[in-house]
Nanobody, 124 residues
Framework: QVQLVESGGGLVQAGGSLRLSCAAS????????MGWFRQAPGKEREIVAAIRWDSGITHYADSVKGRFTISRDNAKNTVYLQMNSLKPEDTAVYYCAAGSGSFSFSSSYEFSYWGQGTQVTVSS
């Protein structure tokens, strides 16, 4: 089992930055693909970014490319999401997730473990 705890959310003005952290326990995340998702009120959950455990290759949703950066520190068993140039439409609950097996950056890939989420609110 992997337990994931997100932190770093909050209220920020448009154009500002936040860094989300996802601290893992129970197992090392070094052999897990890690992803960040978000869900805004009334909308479906969407994947924002992911990083593969084996190659370190990163993937991003088109809506955040060039603004968000996912990274991992295996020594700290933590994954980060640096969010810059935030927009009001980035407002959502952000979730961290871990998965194994053959990865694809699509809705067909199922992450196995999820955090409880952290709220990000961007004011205009």
């Amino acid at each position: 089992q992997v337990q994931l705890v997100e932190s770093g959310g909050g209220l920020v003005q448009a154009g500002g930055s936040l860094r989300l952290s996802c601290a893992a326990s129970g197992r090392t995340i070094s052999s897990y693909h890690m992803g960040w998702f978000r869900q805004a009120p009334g909308k479906e959950r969407e994947i924002v970014a992911a990083i593969r455990w084996d190659s370190g290759i990163t993937h991003y949703a088109d809506s955040v490319k060039g603004r968000f950066t996912i990274s991992r520190d295996n020594a700290k068993n933590t994954v980060y999401l640096q969010m810059n140039s935030l927009k009001p439409e980035d407002t959502a609950v952000y979730y961290c997730a871990a998965g194994s097996g053959s990865f694809s950056f699509s809705s067909s890939y199922e992450f196995s473990y999820w955090g409880q989420g952290t709220q990000v609110t961007v004011s205009s």
